[in-house]
């Protein structure tokens, strides 16, 4: 299931229609590349392995999938740019071919999940098809710096959304045209990043939607101190965003900002939560026991489904396992009610 030339805020209201009422996200990509034999020491993190293994991509892709994704985003690349690819070598040719390969790494486990089910999975008669939407992934401007500053938000005082709409322009239209279902912006972390990428999606003329995902570390504002709602309504006002959210936020704030971001739009609300461990901008890693357990991670999920969202998965040290409890927890008797979809 596609956009298509639809409209998009129907096509979307049919696709939650179409699972039950929530759609689940997947989870967090890093953790499992690395537990899968990967080395991401690298300032392209987890896009290094576009290059080096793509194999392992695919593998977690379907991993995500056999665990009840409805939604994979490709890889969460947020690493992935252009001009992080170029400044490892690589031609501007070969930049946005890696680009396009992120999006078909993500079609190609989609086919393979779909194969897999017709053929009943050897056997494995609990998993069962499901729709599924590949969701191209836009990081921030602070991502691509390496420096931590996707989690402040603080770009200095000479950026501009000009200077911001040049930098993600060629990005997004490789993207858009390389067979994605939509656009996952995501861990946006102030309000001119926002009113940059609303104003590229009108302005390029991009042919497919696009969901705003932001994040928060007081469960108030957005990282960079902005209000939440304004951002919010820079989605809200966006023909071309079909849902609105939260991400790589600890799951101790989803509650409050659901009911924040209620307030200002009647698009779909969409959330996924790190695991709330602390991350080390300086030593640029996670601090480990300072998130939840996946069974306190999912012991969540029907609260936030029952204050409005509608599309529920994990980010930055999510597993597999924790998606296979949130598809579990939205499959209990009542836990989707088919009225709540917007």
């Known amino acids: 299931m596609g956009f298509g030339s639809g409209d998009p805020q129907a096509v979307m209201r049919e696709f939650l229609?179409?699972?039950?009422?929530?759609?689940?996200?997947?989870?967090?990509?890093?953790?499992?590349?690395?537990?899968?034999?990967?080395?991401?020491?690298?300032?392209?993190?987890?896009?290094?392995?576009?290059?080096?293994?793509?194999?392992?991509?695919?593998?977690?892709?379907l991993d995500y999938l056999e665990a009840g994704a409805h939604v994979i985003i490709t890889?969460?690349?947020?690493?992935a740019t252009i001009q992080g690819f170029k400044s490892r070598g690589f031609s501007q040719?070969?930049?946005?071919?890696?680009?396009?390969?992120?999006?078909?790494?993500?079609?190609?486990a989609r086919d393979i999940f779909y194969n897999d089910c017709l053929r009943g999975y050897g056997g494995h008669s609990d998993i069962k098809k499901h729709t599924v939407l590949v969701a191209a992934s836009v990081g921030s401007y602070g991502a691509y710096l390496a420096d931590g500053s996707e989690y402040s938000g603080h770009y200095g005082?000479?950026?501009?959304?000009?200077?911001?709409?040049?930098?993600?322009?060629?990005?997004?239209?490789?993207?858009?045209?390389?067979?994605?279902?939509?656009?996952?912006?995501?861990?946006?972390?102030?309000?001119?990043?926002?009113?940059a990428y609303a104003e590229l999606l009108e302005e390029d003329n991009i042919s497919i939607p696009a969901w705003f995902s932001f994040n928060s570390k007081d469960g108030v504002n957005v990282v960079s101190g902005d209000s939440l709602t304004e951002c919010v309504s820079i989605a809200d006002s966006c023909k071309k965003v079909v849902a609105v959210g939260i991400n790589c936020t600890p799951p101790r704030f989803i509650h409050g900002l659901i009911l924040s971001i209620k307030k200002v739009t009647k698009k779909p609300i969409l959330i996924y939560p790190n695991s709330g461990e602390?991350?080390?901008?300086?030593?640029?890693?996670?601090?480990?026991?300072?998130?939840?357990?996946?069974?306190?991670?999912?012991?969540?999920?029907?609260?936030?489904?029952?204050?409005?969202?509608?599309?529920?998965?994990?980010?930055?040290?999510?597993?597999?396992?924790?998606?296979?409890?949130?598809?579990?927890?939205?499959?209990?008797?009542?836990?989707?009610?088919?009225e709540s979809v917007p």
């Open 278 to 338: 602390r991350y080390d901008a300086d030593k640029k890693e996670w601090v480990e026991s300072t998130g939840v357990t996946d069974e306190d991670f999912v012991s969540y999920v029907q609260v936030w489904h029952e204050a409005g969202a509608c599309l529920i998965g994990g980010c930055c040290r999510t597993t597999p396992n924790t998606i296979r409890g949130i598809s579990l927890a939205l499959q209990k008797e009542h836990a989707i009610p088919r």
């Open 157 to 195: 005082k000479d950026m501009t959304i000009e200077n911001l709409k040049d930098f993600h322009r060629r990005r997004l239209e490789v993207l858009a045209e390389g067979g994605a279902d939509l656009i996952a912006f995501e861990t946006i972390p102030n309000k001119l990043e926002a009113q």
């Open 75 to 79: 890889s969460s690349y947020q690493q």
């Open 17 to 61: 229609h179409q699972v039950g009422g929530c759609a689940v996200i997947d989870g967090g990509l890093a953790t499992e590349l690395e537990a899968n034999g990967a080395d991401l020491n690298d300032p392209l993190w987890s896009a290094k392995c576009l290059i080096s293994s793509p194999h392992l991509i695919r593998k977690v892709h």
């Open 93 to 108: 040719v070969e930049s946005e071919d890696l680009l396009r390969r992120s999006v078909e790494i993500a079609r190609e």
